[in-house]
DNA sequence: CACTTGACCTGTCCGC
DNA sequence: TGCGGACAGGTCAAGT
């Protein structure tokens, strides 16, 4: 699922809702799913208060009174929603989260505070986790140490764009983007949204994209993200907020999930390959190959 | 080092 | 209707 919108609409429903509460007690169904000694867990998760919730790249960090933090990834499945003692989400109620009764079959882990509130990771293909590690060691995992910048952040630049891209000169622009290591928190989704929206190719190399492509590239992927955050994310198939909502940005998505139907802007028909080893949706007549 | 492919899982959809 | 295969929003390990 999770991309960077979604993870920050996700994030922003937990700051609400989880600081102040107490965590009493953590139950997990698989150990992939949340790896994690019990020692740590009885000594530095229950009784801990929840200070703060953060994201960098495409991780949610839940920091906690005891110097530890809840690190999540949702991966392509994962889910986070919360919900307070005894609510009530049945079908047919107007304002119901998507997901019915939890836990569910596909929950791995439950977090309970002392309210009585509690907070489900759901996750139907097992891909995602969370651990719990000191917080001064959050910065040390091996997949912070190598992120790229966040793309919408003050400093990110199209200039810098340009310079982390110098390290995949010999592969096509969408694998470039979807690296972790060039830049934080693209996904398929929005790979293929910022490259149409910019009039480029997927397949083109990158060492045959021009400074110009990379300006419009840079703009792109600011306005796609952002709009899908105001959007409160994509629901495809399994990604829901805090509060088991879906967001709406695909019905703004200009060739995501439309193959068969028209280009917005040019009225071809748009089509759907596969690159990178994943799929992939261009408009063949705005976006002409170069390679 | 840069690059590609397969693996990790479960569920769904599509063609035979 | 059943069955096999491809595919799904992400990342990592292993291969070239």
Request: hydrophobic share 35%; glycine share 6%.
């Amino acid at each position: 699922m999770p991309e960077l919108p979604e993870v920050e609409t996700v994030k922003t429903g937990l700051q609400r809702l989880l600081p102040g509460r107490i965590i009493i007690s953590a139950v997990s169904d698989n150990p992939k799913s949340f790896p994690n000694a019990t020692f740590d867990v009885e000594q530095f998760l229950y009784d801990a208060t929840v200070t703060s919730v953060k994201r960098r790249a495409k991780v949610l960090l839940i920091e906690l009174s005891s110097q530890y933090s809840l690190v999540i990834h949702l991966k392509m499945t994962g889910q986070l929603v919360f919900r307070s003692k005894d609510a009530s989400f049945g079908a047919g109620h107007p304002n119901d989260s998507l997901i019915g009764e939890l836990p569910d079959r596909s929950t791995r882990v439950t977090l309970t505070f002392q309210d009585g509130s509690r907070l489900f990771f759901n996750d139907q293909r097992k891909f995602g986790w969370v651990r719990l590690l000191p917080t001064v060691e959050v910065p040390e995992l091996a997949f912070f140490k190598k992120v790229g910048p966040e793309p919408l952040e003050l400093d990110f630049t199209w200039q810098l764009l340009w310079e982390r891209l110098q390290r995949r000169k010999n592969t096509s622009i969408k694998a470039a983007i979807l690296d972790q290591t060039v830049l934080a928190g693209i996904g398929n989704i929005y790979a293929d949204e910022s490259l149409w929206d910019a009039k480029i190719h997927p397949t083109t190399l990158v060492r045959n994209v021009t400074r110009r492509d990379i300006k419009k590239l840079h703009a792109a992927i600011q306005h796609v993200l952002q709009l899908s955050i105001d959007s409160g994310g994509s629901s495809d198939k399994n990604y829901v907020d805090a509060e088991g909502r879906r967001g709406s940005y695909l019905t703004f998505a200009n060739v995501f999930r439309r193959e068969g139907q028209l280009c917005n802007r040019c009225g071809s028909t748009i089509i759907k390959t596969r690159v990178a080893g994943r799929g992939t949706h261009t408009c063949p007549v705005c976006q002409r190959p170069r390679n």
